[in-house]
């Protein structure tokens, strides 16, 4: 199931999972696993997170009903 949105984000900006680990000072292991949704950022992950893609926070999360009509 897709919580967040920010594989789409990074690959609409043109953005490598290695760039954004570097830029938040984290793992590309960790990284990876907050774009294929094995693990959920923190609040405040996410809110680095978007600032770093220039984003609102907002962005990053798949709203409820398109988490549920994908399913």
């Known amino acids: 199931?897709?919580?967040n949105r920010i594989k789409t984000i990074l690959v609409d900006k043109?953005?490598?999972q290695t760039e954004l680990a570097n830029k938040l000072g984290r793992?590309?292991?960790?990284?990876n696993a907050y774009c294929c949704n094995r693990k959920q950022p923190s609040l405040k992950i996410l809110d680095e997170?978007?600032?770093h893609?220039?984003?609102d926070i907002k962005d990053l999360i798949v709203e409820k009903y398109e988490?549920?009509?994908k399913q």
Not at 27 to 31: A, G, I, Q, Y
Request: hydrophobic share 55%.
């Open 27 to 31: 793992s590309f292991s960790t990284v």
């Open 49 to 51: 997170i978007a600032q």
């Open 67 to 69: 988490r549920f009509a």
């Open 14 to 16: 043109g953005i490598s």
């Open 1 to 3: 199931m897709r919580l």
């Open 53 to 55: 893609l220039s984003v």
